[in-house]
């Protein structure tokens, strides 16, 4: 395994790689016939190797539009060659333990304190969720093919059997008869042939007219390769669809010529034409530039790589699950379009692992996304949500015609306390998702209308003011499942006299619930204790702007959650539209360590993890506050008791 | 007559190949390094290891994977060492601590980051290799002192782990 390393005392060194070699001199030989049939038999490989490599290449249409001039700008050459000076130290000299880490750290310690925290049994178990989809047990992340299915809706998950950190990725499986009581059922796919020995990685389903499940999935290969495969159900006739079958002609799909094998993966629900083809999508990059290729087929047992790109936009990288789907004010089957019907593209970006998506025209005879705002193209405008949500994807469920997006919301503690809990990740709950026709410019978000199945008891509380600079504690019972609904109305005349901001407020970029200016923050502490050493604050922060004109965002404040120092403690949020008369308005979903936020009816989404060490089980509670120097504000809510959702393995009656 | 001719040819063509191609990766981890926030200790680490000199980019994060690996190891052999003396209670609690967190580095963050390299879906080993790097740094801060008795140790995994994290975002 680990060959012995050298020593860490500084040793003097000599790098092979810069000697002078000796000069090619062949000493004589009597066997000169061998010799040449070796020279010329080498030669010939070589050039049989050459000609092998440039006639594998399947895509030259494809590749050749990549390079063509409407990339080019985009296509960064590589820099200059420069030689950097060789030190001859092994150990490089230490810069100091607190200078901090890389800038690129996705870890925010508080202050100098970089204990790791001694979490206990009592404080890992609260932080299993009741009604969020988890597995029993390790890692989980991308959601995968979900679908609806004679009477059962189908979830499946990239899982690690063996560990509860990402690694040896395999398909999990789980059923529902109403997307929140899910039942286990076995491994739907494992890493057993050549092509996905590697990781059984994400996939989508493609339900076809006739009933039969085609199920697009990536697998990383024995040569780590990145390969599209198929498989479906081994039994149509069993609603569970516990068994499958990977496609005797797998895999279907290698990398165009232009793509890296490395680059190439998640491909999408198909969509059906008209001209009765079927076509998906699968995302790549080329050097900094995402892209995203379609394929057609009319049978799935042959494919064909369309021409050019279904659309690609510099500078985001990766582009990982692609999502692509029709948008209305009602869900639309993803086949649907025609005149006047909007197209959501949507990329999950490996750069800084959020999804974007952006809303445009779909032309399929050219086989091209044009986004209706391109300042605001996807990946480099609107986020499904604003904290913690990657990976996501939707599908049309016709058992209620709607469409509904699943999201991967990954863990902000240390691996090692995951290791400890034995597991890591959530699913967040199931989203429809419909074109907020008010805006006309971002999606609507919301929890399936099936979570208001769990609300127990509910207490109300009407018209509660909430004057600037204090807190107001709410009576409900222990609020660790919980789902509350409010709503918020600012003191007019301090509206009127607010003096016009000088900036924008920007949630990640502030003081959080702390930072206090005339007309906020204001809205929910959940998750806190009594006295309020731990908090997690759900808030909104309105700024005047020029000509009166006021403008709202909705954060979550992480950064005083938990008194333990190896976790996350970001600010999230956006900035949240808010039109003319209308109020505003919260859901919040509490269900232990995860957060979820739905601001003005779901225009603006934030999840976050949390995990207190003290505001947990019977301490956890609500609060309202006002942290505003100037407006009072008007609250009226509603706070329901959550119950489990009892998720379990699928056992026959 | 041709053949002399051919062999010259394939000969010289090899020696060529035998020349460029350290020399070409040996520009690929000086292109690599001076991407790094630390230059030296990334030279120091990459060049000590003799597969660097025909890796590619992904191979070159591996190594410093495996560095990271090979360091805790060798911090948990003198860490045992260390807890045989009979320390003080307080240096006592921060060697049991790093004990578990560098069996932590050793068994949680590099499996992952080596399939992450390996597999070409970088993000994780950006993630899990950063974690190292923190591994190590609240491991040294729980001696409370300006130096631990395996200070050597833990800057050196702090680095290790930080160019593998970079070397990862520098492939997303």
Sequence with gaps: ?653 | MKTPMLFTLVSFTQLLLITILPLASADLIDDTCKKMPDVDSCIAILRSDPRSSTADTPTLGLISVDTADSNAEVTLDEIKDLLGKSPDSKTKQALTSCEASYGNIRSSLVPPSRESFTKGDYKFAVQYMNDAANTAAVCEAGFGGPKSPIYDANMFERNAGLLASAIASSLL
């Design chain 1, 1 to 653: 395994m680990a060959e012995p390393y050298p020593s860490r005392s500084p040793v003097d060194q000599e790098d092979p790689g810069y000697a002078p070699l000796a000069g090619g001199e062949e000493p004589r030989d009597h066997r000169r016939p061998i010799r040449a049939i070796l020279a010329v038999g080498l030669s010939v490989l070589l050039v049989v190797g050459i000609v092998i490599g440039f006639s594998t290449d399947t895509s030259p249409d494809v590749c050749a539009e990549v390079n063509s001039a409407r990339l080019e700008p985009f296509l960064l050459g590589g820099a200059g060659q420069r030689s950097v000076p060789v030190k001859t130290v092994v150990r490089p000299v230490p810069r100091g333990v607190n200078e901090g880490v890389s800038a690129k750290s996705n870890r925010v310690f508080a202050g100098a304190n970089l204990r790791g925290f001694p979490w206990n049994n009592s404080m890992l178990s609260w932080q299993r969720t009741a009604y969020h989809f988890q597995p029993e047990k390790n890692w989980m992340n991308d959601p995968n093919g979900p679908m609806y299915y004679k009477g059962w809706y189908h979830f499946f998950y990239q899982y690690n059997p063996d560990a509860a950190v990402w690694g040896n990725i395999v398909w999990g499986h789980a059923v529902s008869e109403d997307l929140i009581h899910w039942l286990y059922l076995p491994l739907a796919m494992v890493a057993d042939q050549w092509y996905d020995i590697n990781g059984v990685w994400s996939g989508s389903a493609t339900v076809l007219p006739d009933g039969q499940v085609m199920m697009l999935y990536t697998g990383s290969s024995n040569e780590s390769q990145q390969l599209q495969n198929l498989a479906y159900p081994a039994n149509l006739s069993d609603p569970l669809l516990i068994d499958w079958v990977k496609h005797p002609g797998n895999p279907i799909l290698a990398p165009p010529q232009c793509i890296d094998k490395l680059d190439f993966r998640d491909p999408t629900t198909a969509w059906y034409t008209s001209g009765g083809k079927w076509r998906f999508a699968v995302g790549a990059k080329i050097n900094k530039t995402g892209v995203s290729f379609v394929y057609e087929t009319e049978d799935f047992k042959s494919y064909k790589l369309l021409p050019g790109l279904l659309h690609a936009v510099p500078g985001t990288g990766m582009w990982e699950c692609v999502d692509f789907f029709p948008v209305s004010d009602d869900g639309l089957d993803t086949s649907v379009n025609g005149p006047g019907v909007k197209h959501v593209m949507k990329v999950s970006l490996d750069d800084d692992r959020h999804d974007y998506y952006a809303i445009g025209t779909y032309n399929e005879e050219a086989n091209t996304w044009v986004p209706d705002s391109p300042e605001i193209d996807v990946g480099i405008g609107i986020r499904y949500d604003y904290g913690i949500f990657y990976a996501s994807k939707t599908f049309y469920d016709q058992n209620k015609s709607r469409r509904i997006l699943w999201g991967w919301i990954t863990e902000s503690d240390s691996e090692y306390a995951d290791v400890q809990k034995g597991w890591a990740s959530l699913q967040a709950l199931p989203r429809t998702i419909v074109l907020d026709t008010k805006t006309g410019s971002n999606l609507l978000q919301w929890p399936v209308e099936e979570v208001d199945s769990l609300r127990l008891s509910s207490k109300e509380f009407d018209s509660v003011e909430v004057e600037a600079g204090t807190v107001v504690p709410l009576d409900v019972e222990t609020a660790t499942q919980v789902d509350i609904v409010a709503e918020f109305e600012l003191d007019k005349q301090a509206l009127e006299a607010a003096p016009e901001a000088d900036a924008d407020y920007v949630c990640s970029a502030s003081g959080g619930a702390s930072q206090r200016s005339a007309l906020g923050p204001f809205g929910l502490l959940v998750l806190a204790d009594d006295d309020l050493s731990e908090q997690t604050p759900v808030y909104f922060y309105v700024v005047k702007g020029p000509n009166g004109t006021l403008k709202t965002s909705i954060c979550t404040d992480q950064s005083r959650s938990s008194v333990a120092t190896d976790v996350h403690k970001q600010v999230y949020g956006s900035f949240v539209p808010v039109l003319e008369g209308e109020k505003l308005s919260l859901r919040i979903l509490v269900d232990h360590s995860i957060v979820e936020t739905f601001a003005q009816g779901g225009r603006s989404c934030i999840t976050a993890r949390v995990y207190p060490t003290k505001a947990i089980y019977g301490a956890a509670r609500v609060f309202l506050f006002n942290n505003a120097t100037e407006a009072n504000v008007k609250a009226s809510l509603k706070i329901w008791q959550m119950n489990s959702a009892f998720i379990r393995p699928y056992s026959p009656q």
